[in-house]
């Protein structure tokens, strides 16, 4: 029995590039990167920091990438900036990238 063609749509062509690659081409194209990473931290704080910190957060902001994030609790916003390192390194592990350089909780 001959070996039949494969339908031209499922053959993945040499010069194909993947939905991420093309995203990530389009957003660096048009200036976008740090406005999309300023919306995935917001919406990833609470994975990143977790529910009580999340509950805590009034609101979150990045300028230049240094991520400024306003809190309602003194403790907390003490406890947090001697630990600015480590909210650091979560954000990073969690783009997989440095998105941020530096914390600035108020």
């Not at 990833?44 to 230049?64: C, L, P, V, Y």
Request: net charge positive.
């Amino acid at each position: 029995m001959a070996k039949k063609n494969p339908h031209p749509a499922s053959v993945r062509n040499k010069h194909t590039a993947s939905v991420k690659d093309v995203i990530d081409a389009m957003l660096k194209s048009y200036n976008l990167e740090k406005r999309f990473d300023q919306a995935n931290i917001s919406t990833a704080w609470e994975k990143i920091m977790g529910s009580a910190i999340a509950n805590r957060t009034d609101h979150i902001e990045m300028r230049d990438s240094v991520l400024i994030v306003k809190l309602n609790s003194a403790p907390l916003k003490q406890e947090l900036n001697a630990a600015k390192h480590k909210v650091i390194e979560l954000i990073t592990k969690e783009f997989g990238r440095r998105v941020v350089k530096d914390v600035l909780f108020i």
